[in-house]
């Protein structure tokens, strides 16, 4: 009797590890973030919408690599990332809680010269932080929202 306790009470702890796991295992505003980031400074267009908003307006749009490279629809029309440039984001800062902003540069320095690009996140049903609107300054305006 006494192991078949044993048995139950490591049962029931690795039942609770497990639901604590998968209860904190949800995407952060940096976590969201550094997968944006990353995804421009190496050109992956074609994967930033997973860190966007489904329920934002430009959303299916926006899982199309040309969304972000060709211009085919992006809010005020134009090409957000042009295909010939490269792009780094740095200085990543979370100044509130729904609001980001980072420094967006390009390799050539007319298009994106240290322009701030300012993220603002929301939690998706499962609790994980996405991309609501992206508006990069200097002209430019929203990109997504």
């Known amino acids: 009797m006494k192991k078949l306790w044993i048995v139950l009470a490591a049962l029931a702890l690795t039942a609770l590890v497990v639901t604590c796991s998968l209860a904190n295992s949800t995407v952060s505003e940096s976590s969201c973030i550094?997968?944006?980031?990353?995804?421009?400074d190496s050109n992956n267009f074609g994967s930033l919408y997973n860190t966007l908003d489904q329920n934002s307006s430009y959303y299916s749009e926006a899982k199309s690599a040309a969304?972000?490279?060709?211009?085919?629809?992006?809010?005020g029309g134009g090409t957000i990332f042009p295909s010939t440039e490269n792009y780094t984001i740095t200085?990543?800062?979370?100044?509130?809680?729904?609001t980001?902003?980072?420094t967006l540069?390009?390799?050539s320095s007319i298009l994106y010269n240290g322009v701030t690009i300012?993220?603002?996140?929301?939690?998706?049903?499962?609790?994980?932080?996405?991309?609501?609107?992206i508006v990069i300054s200097?002209?430019?305006?929203?990109v997504f929202q």
């Open 118 to 133: 300012t993220f603002s996140m929301t939690t998706d049903a499962s609790g994980n932080y996405v991309i609501q609107t």
């Open 138 to 142: 200097g002209g430019r305006g929203t």
């Open 34 to 40: 550094n997968s944006f980031v990353s995804d421009v």
């Open 67 to 75: 969304y972000w490279t060709g211009g085919t629809g992006s809010p």
């Open 105 to 107: 540069n390009s390799s």
């Open 100 to 102: 980001v902003t980072a």
């Open 91 to 98: 200085s990543v800062n979370i100044v509130s809680t729904n």
